[in-house]
């Protein structure tokens, strides 16, 4: 085995324990949340229900905003489709007419 392919496989198993020490730690971070979410709605519940319909509102803001960028690019690939297929039609005519 080279050096080179030595190293190649040094640093995927270096990203290979990286990604599942990520893993672990977005694993840590959630119970976390979770148990502090848990103890937030125990203790201050008011509270915790207001911060969760703000958090639900921005939610459902956030997917609306998608939706409209996602219909409003739907629509100018429809359009420019349109145009293409016009600009299409007129070099077909203006190639036509010039037999």
Do not use: W
């Amino acid at each position: 085995m080279t050096v080179e392919e030595e190293m190649l496989k040094a640093k995927a198993a270096y990203a290979k324990q990286l990604a599942k020490l990520n893993r672990k730690k977005a694993a840590e971070e959630k119970k976390i949340t979770d148990l502090m979410l848990v103890e937030l709605k125990d203790e201050h519940s008011d509270f915790y229900n207001e911060m969760y319909e703000r958090a639900f509102r921005k939610l459902t803001a956030q997917r609306e905003e998608r939706s409209r960028k996602a219909k409003a690019a739907r629509q100018a690939k429809d359009a420019g489709a349109a145009d293409l297929v016009e600009a299409e039609e007129e070099a077909s005519e203006a190639a036509m007419s010039q037999y």
